[in-house]
């Protein structure tokens, strides 16, 4: 009987061994895998089926609270013929066309001036970076004291320049540029990237360029910018992608779609067929429109790209 427990520990003691000999060793690539598995999951529920679900609602009627009722192509043709929608197309590719380059374009050119040591150059990074960290809807709150005609800061800096002030959003003539100027200031993750692949860069380019007499905008134009325009490509891409999401949160703060429609984006056609009209097969049918031109931009900018000798493969980044 003495023996019993003391043969019992030793078998106690064995078991968690003899259970890690028993379990399967995973190689690294399984590892990575198996680390990866939430972030696909997350990526099939919340984006995938949705999607699916989306796009299948765009071929039925469906207000939330009868029964979903076939359509066939009807939703495309109602969205397409109403007025309202091609007026949102046209808005919001006047967000997109010009701002969406400026702002990657200028996150560039701020990214080359601040590589060089100061004094005070890690807090104006910082204070780049600011604005991207911001809550959507605090940055337009924000933006939308910034504009008021009567006691906003920057017409109140123009008239004591001796400009005269526009009513920024409450004129449709300036209810764009306003949205515009605003979203140029958004330009930190840009920045960051930019910052990140200028100091990848070899300085033997620059030396050897400056023994050449090249100058500041020579380093720029032929250097800097030819280098790293594969990256700034690729922002431009995910800046074209995400203006159509990020914008529908400060105009629907700011703007509400006024004045006039000036401002009304094809997001905003989105959320009123849907929440507002309980029209979700139109709105799910624009939905898909919206990614359908948001593919036909990309594949556009792409086909610039080639045309200048832009790659977009993994050779091309090795800087």
């Known amino acids: 009987m003495d023996d019993v427990p003391v043969n019992y520990r030793a078998i106690q003691s064995n078991a968690p061994m003899l259970n890690l000999r028993r379990l399967p060793q995973l190689s690294y690539q399984a590892r990575l895998r198996l680390l990866l598995l939430p972030y696909a999951v997350g990526i099939v529920v919340l984006v995938v089926i949705p999607a699916l679900i989306s796009f299948g609602l765009a071929f039925f009627h469906y207000d939330g609270l009868s029964a979903p009722r076939w359509a066939g192509n009807l939703n495309f043709i109602l969205a397409y013929t109403d007025e309202l929608f091609n007026l949102s197309v046209q808005n919001s590719l006047a967000l997109i066309i010009l701002p969406v380059p400026m702002r990657v374009f200028g996150a560039f050119l701020v990214a080359y001036l601040m590589q060089r040591g100061g004094r005070f150059v890690n807090w104006f990074r910082a204070t780049v970076y600011l604005p991207s ?170 086909i610039i790209a080639r045309q200048w000798d832009i790659g977009t493969t993994d050779e091309t980044f090795v800087l």
């Not at 029209?279 to 359908?292: H, T």
């Open 133 to 302: 960290v911001i809550p959507s809807a605090a940055y337009a709150l924000a933006w939308l004291w910034i504009f008021n005609p009567l006691y906003g800061p920057m017409n109140l800096l123009l008239g004591s320049l001796g400009v005269v002030p526009p009513n920024w959003l409450v004129d449709p003539a300036w209810a764009k540029p306003a949205l515009i100027i605003m979203s140029l200031w958004q330009i930190g993750e840009g920045f960051l990237v930019s910052f990140a692949a200028l100091q990848d860069l070899p300085p033997e380019l620059h030396d050897a360029a400056r023994i050449d007499g090249a100058g500041t905008l020579g380093l720029v134009r032929y250097i800097a910018l030819p280098l790293i325009a594969p990256i700034l490509l690729l922002l431009i891409f995910r800046d074209v992608i995400l203006t159509f999401q990020e914008s529908f949160t400060a105009i629907l703060l700011m703007t509400d779609g006024g004045p006039y429609y000036a401002t009304y984006t094809l997001p905003m056609f989105v959320y009123e067929q849907g929440f507002d009209l309980f029209s979700f097969g139109v709105a799910s049918a624009a939905l898909w429109v919206m990614y359908l031109l948001t593919g036909l931009i990309v594949i556009l900018l792409y």
